[in-house]
């Protein structure tokens, strides 16, 4: 057969250290890399939750090495009361842009997009390059705000204008931690962009032969669903970006009304409107939302289809469903603004498609559960952390509820309910799509296998961790909490400190449980066992490729042919109760 | 013996963090919601239990089918698959059903709380008061005999002197009776026709036991209207990033007896 044949690659595997390592056109290698800098970003994040959760409950507890970082944020390394709100725009930023946007989507799907739909690579290599060393600009540029001036900026990870867009007037790190702020995520924009375009372009044409958009596995139409998200929704940011910079620099006034007195200085300023901001970051921020979750959806329905030795009840809903929120998830930005001042009546029509994305949820998570029913569940960390996937989404997923209700979000917006609704569905039940992901193909990428029972360890560990953290945070935000407060001094929030400090100590001893799982990394990605060529027994096409990890051009200059659906468990056949995507081999239901 | 754990684990997580939610739902406790003072805050307190109930049982039922299911067919030896009873297409009809239903249901009837207080404008003889916003304090202006504001000058703003506003009384004849408060002092059982302004970034007017909550838009004139029912004292509080001194951006609502407010304000005119 032709497709069969030994075929030149678009390019030949290089040999230097820098084309190979550095500077690859190698999806696999940029793939790795976007993981790496998600790594340093989730570390940098969470180190910065611990010094928030401990300034929290100890205001005036030095921290050791933090007055090196910045003498006039923690003078003595005791953080003040402006570097804690540093600190929160900078763990914002640092999670919803590096780490749950590049490890599930970017980091994921460079690795296994294009060798679960039989390409060689991605449509166009050098952008997917471009991509990756631009998102690690942005990232150097938002780690430098720690280093200048007045240190890093403090409008939240929203960077609500005219706060964000008035300049130094409005208070410490309003000068060049803000700008370095915007600059940031206008190029984080760019690799986006750039980014969604590859993976578009590869999922429609670089599919093998048989491979039709059918037989795409769940988890490639995750990473396909969400870069056509993604493509929209940091469209819509990137100018939002570019005339935030230029009200800040350029004396435009895109989002600053007239007649502002900050400081003492009335504005030069006229004609803006903030709400203009609101509605352009929103556009983008509620996309993003599930720009970080799909692909984790993918990932464990993936994940624990192989691991349920069965299909699930029906695949093809759950992609039905990843669509739908896809589309709704445009029509809902409003509910974040049902108090900023906009219209009324439109808090209504933006409730409802709010509401209706509960649907398509449900649906997801029946059919995830219906599956589990009679299935052959193989416990290990990957389905562990599956299962706490499902759980997490679920327990924030309800909290959304009451969040998409305007009469109801006049008492909680603000509050820690809504810090504990997305940190759970979209913070730890990505991260728990994350954590699944690794353990799943941490053989395929490395060619060894991750320690299983410090795997479960980290994720019992973990479970119990996670929600010790944030299920407290919705009772918190029933009592009135509100949120961004670095210090509780008022009558009211004095009776809450306790329950701040078990959050603290659940926080500490979370994190402390994530070096097990760094452990494991390191030491399996070096000492472990060596992995078989397809451990979990599972069909698609990553684990048809001639060594772990994949040469070059992934198939050894073949072309794949596939066969079948991608979810063919229960059957029976010459390997076992599976057939291979690429397996010629006729089956029939066992019996 | 992977899955049993898990299984266990689960519902114990789910029990443990669902104990307020049962007790609020079935036990007549409150969650720690800070008793209500106003006239409309009784529809949202009842939209939240209701949703907390429907969420609360929805999050119970999940948790626990998911710790059955595990505990069931974790580590089966092998063996066909069993469909579950109805398959995909059962589950897609209940969820569209039952969910559908509920949440529209929830939306509607949430809709009615959430009509009554923005979608009715405030009434004529509301007594009227100007909140102002700015980084890092709240100042409430009365209009004084008159019953008219004076307009506010951003560039005459001179906090050393207490003209918060920005008023011109040389100019402006109805800006010399206005009465300036850092605190909001209101009288009970009075409608309150709440006028914001920003004066230099946004800024969020919160007070938890009036079940109030708006953002204060630079550029953007808004208002709200509520009614306190009870008199007493009650914290303002800042809920919308401001910059550094935002977690000390607050003030008060003062609730008085008619009497109290008439003195109180006779005071500050002198």
């Avoid at chain 1, 007649?259 to 983008?284: E, K, M, R, T, Y």
């Amino acid at each position: 057969m032709s497709e069969m044949s030994v075929h030149a690659g678009p390019h030949a595997a290089p040999t230097s250290f820098i084309r190979k390592y550095v500077f690859s056109l190698d999806h696999k290698v940029i793939g790795l890399q976007y993981y790496g800098l998600a790594l340093a970003a989730v570390v940098t994040g969470m180190v910065l939750s611990w010094i928030m959760r401990v300034h929290l409950v100890w205001p005036n507890a030095p921290i050791p090495g933090l007055g090196w970082l910045s003498k006039v944020g923690a003078p003595g390394g005791v953080v003040t009361p402006e570097y804690y709100l540093q600190l929160l725009t900078m763990h914002g930023t640092l999670m919803v842009f590096f780490v749950l946007t590049n490890a599930p989507f970017a980091a994921f799907g460079n690795y296994f997009l294009p060798i679960q739909i039989g390409a060689e690579d991605m449509a166009f290599p050098r952008f997917n390059m471009m991509s990756f060393w631009t998102t690690f600009v942005a990232f150097c540029i938002l780690l430098s705000a720690f280093f200048v001036g007045d240190g890093p900026p403090l409008s939240g990870w929203t960077g609500y204008a005219p706060l964000s867009a008035v300049g130094a007037d409005a208070g410490p790190g309003q000068g060049i931690g803000q700008s370095l702020w915007g600059i940031s995520i206008f190029v984080f924009c760019i690799a986006s962009l750039l980014g969604s375009l590859n993976f578009i372009a590869t999922t429609l044409d670089l599919r093998t032969k048989g491979m039709t958009l059918s037989r795409m596995p769940i988890v490639t139409w995750a990473w396909f669903i969400t870069s056509c998200i993604a493509l929209l929704a940091f469209a819509v940011l990137l100018p939002a970006c570019l005339l935030l910079i230029l009200d800040r620099t350029a004396g435009t006034s895109f989002f600053i009304p007239a007649g502002l007195n900050v400081a003492d200085h009335i504005q030069p300023h006229q004609g803006g409107s903030p709400l203009l901001w609101q509605h352009l970051f929103w556009f983008f921020g509620h996309p993003e939302v599930y720009i970080a979750i799909l692909p984790a959806i993918g990932i464990v329905s993936h994940i624990l289809i192989c691991n349920m030795r069965r299909d699930m009840l029906s695949h093809r809903v759950i992609i039905y469903c990843m669509m739908a929120i896809g589309f709704l998830s445009y029509m809902v930005w409003g509910h974040h603004m049902f108090l900023s001042g906009m219209n009324p009546f439109s808090a209504l029509v933006f409730s409802f498609p709010t509401l209706m994305i509960t649907i398509p949820a449900t649906i997801m998570t029946l059919i995830w559960l219906g599956s589990l029913y009679g299935s052959n569940l193989r416990i290990n960390s990957a389905s562990l952390f599956c299962l706490g996937f499902i759980s997490m989404f679920v327990s924030g997923g309800v909290s959304g509820f009451f969040l998409a209700q305007p009469s109801i979000d006049i008492y909680l917006h603000a509050t820690y309910f809504v810090v504990g609704h997305f940190h759970m569905v979209m913070g730890v039940a990505a991260i728990m799509g994350v954590f699944a992901g690794t353990y799943f193909w941490f053989p395929k990428m490395t060619g060894r296998m991750m320690n299983e029972t410090l795997g479960k360890w980290h994720f019992y560990l973990t479970l119990i961790g996670t929600y010790a953290i944030f299920m407290p945070f919705h009772y918190l935000g029933l009592a009135g909490n509100v949120r961004r407060y670095s210090a509780f001094q008022d009558d009211f929030l004095v009776p809450l400190i306790p329950v701040h400090k078990f959050i603290t100590y659940a926080a500490l001893f979370t994190g402390a449980a994530q070096l097990i799982f760094i452990f494991n990394l390191v030491h399996s990605r070096f000492k472990g066992s060596p992995a078989p060529p397809n451990p979990w027994e599972c069909t698609s096409l990553e684990w048809s490729t001639p060594s772990s990890p994949p040469p070059f051009d992934n198939f050894g200059g073949q072309h794949p042919v596939v066969h079948h659906d991608p979810y063919q468990y229960g059957v029976k056949s010459s390997t076992g109760d599976y057939v291979m995507q690429t397996s010629p081999e006729q089956t029939e239901v066992a019996s | 013996m992977g899955g049993k754990v898990f299984a266990v684990l689960i519902v114990v997580i789910a029990l443990l963090s669902a104990i307020p939610i049962i007790n609020h739902t079935f036990m007549g406790a409150s969650v720690t919601l800070p008793e209500d003072i106003s006239t409309h805050g009784k529809a949202i307190d009842e939209q939240l239990s209701v949703t907390m109930a429907e969420a609360g049982i929805s999050f119970l039922a999940a948790q626990l089918v998911l710790g059955l299911f595990v505990w069931q067919f974790a580590h089966r030896k092998g063996g066909p698959t069993k469909k579950f009873p109805g398959g995909a297409t059962a589950l897609v009809i209940v969820a569209f059903l039952f969910v559908g239903a509920e949440v529209l249901a929830l939306g509607m009837v949430g809709s009615k709380a959430w009509a009554t207080v923005y979608f009715k404008p405030a009434s004529s003889d509301a007594m009227q008061v100007q909140a102002q916003a700015g980084q890092f304090a709240f100042y409430f202006r009365y209009p004084g005999a008159d019953g008219k504001f004076g307009s506010i000058h951003p560039e005459k703003i001179d906090e050393g002197n207490s003209n918060f506003f920005g008023l011109d009384p040389e100019n402006d004849i109805p800006a010399r009776d206005d009465i300036t408060s850092g605190e909001l002092v209101v009288p009970a059982n009075k409608e309150i026709h709440l006028m914001l302004h920003a004066k230099d970034v946004g800024h969020s007017f919160y007070v938890r036991e009036l079940r109030i909550q708006q953002d204060f838009v630079p550029g953007l004139d808004l208002s709200l209207h509520f009614t306190a029912t009870k008199v007493g004292k009650y914290e303002i509080v800042c809920t919308q990033l401001c910059g550094l001194g935002h977690y000390n951006m607050k003030s008060y609502l003062n609730v008085m007896s008619q009497e109290d407010f008439d003195k109180w304000l006779k005071s500050q005119s002198n």
